[in-house]
């Protein structure tokens, strides 16, 4: 009767581990729409055999639990990925925006309107008012086509200016996010390293997976696998944020009226920049893309102003006035100004090593007098037009960094032009990348509810099987006891 007991107690022990197998595939059917779930399979390890006589008899099975599919190596490719991808996106958004402010055709009240027509309209009313120097109405003209071209770049360089405060608001928004994501992580650390130190934790690690995505999503990170199971994340150029069961927070600071963020004390702002995620993305807008259109700005802004002033102070205006300094004036301004003087005025520093920031948002027309146009040249009368005839050639002079007005202004817009679409294409490939990746993590690790039912069923038969046999083992045993009896046993 041992052999009967025996093969009774296989019997027990495959339909538990027949129940246990479809619990697993019931929890993965339950969970194959949650977030970050991995589809898990049954171990099975076979007994250790019994010898009998030197012969070797199986014991059967036993279902010791259930595995995670992931690749780890893979999940970490597509964290990096997806860094990556978040923060050209985020910087993408940020250059879409700012180029809509120098595309007059979008009708939008948020353009700053044509600057390059603006500047070939200006000095074209100086090539206007060659022909007839004593006309009021083309001296408005120059005024007036003046004002356009001031309110424009000083419209663009608010609308900048406002991007990037809403850009540094972005960014310090991502603080909170980040910090309560590596808090979370550092948590499943510790009850990993507790709970399963040398194999699959199961649903924890499919959170500390997840919470880990949507960290390098909002900024640049490396994964370090570390003792019992656990992980250290750093950011991109390896400050610490998360090691093992401890989190280290971000913290933020105003410097130069921006906000910077540091961890541990030190200031972290250029190396999250450059790591990656929408942190990375909002800081490259805001400390690159924008404050390389502001410089450029500025310094038209300033070159036209200055070098305009000075060819207007330098001639005669309609009333026989010349110009020269305003008494008491602490910016070099001169009685024939035209445009404000620049907030950085240097009347003997045109360009160059001159810090000329803040000129184009302060850029505004400071005569109201056409009769203050100076189009004759010194010495000669007020119907002289030689004045005017230099102011025009300023068109074609070499004043902004060693270029025209017109040409330095087309570069700006050509460069930013390039940049969005450089971008655009790193963030296409990036996120084609992206979807790659995830798709090959899906094949391996999300749940198929066809493969689940293909599994349930052939679960259920094993269970039927091993249900089958103990009635097989019911009926020998009852034909055992009726021998020699005229009574059946049942």
């Given amino acids: 009767m041992g052999t009967v007991n025996s093969a009774f107690s296989i019997m027990s022990q495959a339909l538990d581990n027949d129940q246990a197998a479809l619990n697993v595939v019931a929890n993965n059917v339950a969970n194959a729409s949650t977030p970050g779930y991995t589809e898990e399979t049954p171990d099975w390890q076979q007994n250790q055999p019994v010898a009998i006589d030197g012969i070797s008899y199986g014991t059967g099975a036993t279902e010791t639990g259930a595995t995670s599919q992931r690749d780890r190596v893979l999940e970490e490719r597509l964290d990096q ?48 008012l060659e022909a007839n120097p004593t006309d009021n109405s083309l001296r408005q003209e120059v005024l007036s086509s003046a004002s356009t071209l001031a309110g424009d770049i000083s419209s663009a360089a608010a609308s900048l200016n406002a991007q990037r405060s809403g850009l540094d608001q972005e960014a310090s928004g991502t603080v909170s996010q980040i910090n309560a994501l590596t808090g979370a992580i550092a948590q499943l650390n510790q009850q990993i390293e507790s709970t399963s130190p040398d194999g699959d934790a199961g649903t924890l690690e499919d959170q500390r997976q997840e919470d880990i995505g949507q960290l390098s999503q909002l900024i640049g990170v490396n994964q370090v696998t570390t003792e019992d199971n656990g992980l250290s994340i750093t950011t991109a150029s390896g400050q610490l944020l998360v090691s093992e069961g401890t989190s280290y927070q971000l913290t933020t600071g105003e410097k130069n009226g921006v906000t910077d963020f540091f961890l541990g004390g030190t200031d972290v702002t250029s190396d999250l920049a450059s790591g990656g995620g929408e942190l990375g993305g ?91 146009i100076s189009a004759a040249a010194t010495g000669q009368g007020t119907g002289d037009n030689s004045n005017a005839v230099a102011m025009a050639n300023l068109a074609g002079g070499t004043i902004v960094n060693g270029q025209t007005p017109l040409n330095y202004y087309s570069d700006f817009v050509s460069t930013l032009g390039a940049t969005v679409e450089q971008v655009q294409t790193e963030n296409t490939a990036q996120n084609a990348s992206v979807s790659q990746l995830q798709t090959q993590r899906d094949a391996l690790s999300s749940v198929n509810l066809n493969d689940e039912a293909s599994a349930m069923t052939t679960l259920e038969r094993s269970y039927q099987a091993a249900a089958q046999v103990f009635t097989m083992l019911d009926t020998i045993i009852s034909s055992a006891l009726n021998l020699g009896y005229e009574s059946a046993v049942s």
Wanted: charged share 10%; net charge negative.
């Fill in 81 to 128: 990925q997806q860094q990556l991808a978040s923060a050209s996106g985020t910087r993408l958004t940020a250059l879409n925006a700012m180029q809509a402010l120098f595309t007059p055709s979008s009708g939008t009240s948020s353009t700053a309107g044509d600057i390059g027509s603006d500047i070939t309209n200006f000095f074209d009313s100086f090539s206007s």
């Fill in 282 to 372: 909002y800081l490259t807008a805001r400390d690159t893309d924008i404050l390389d259109a502001l410089n450029s700005l500025d310094a038209l802004a300033y070159n036209i102003s200055t070098t305009v002033n000075a060819q207007n102070n330098a001639g005669v205006d309609a009333d026989g006035d010349t110009g020269e300094a305003i008494a008491g004036s602490t910016t070099g301004a001169m009685t024939l100004d035209i445009f404000s003087p620049p907030p950085t005025y240097d009347a003997n520093q045109v360009s160059g090593g001159t810090d000329v920031s803040g000129a184009a948002a302060a850029m505004s027309v400071a005569m109201t007098d056409p009769n203050g």
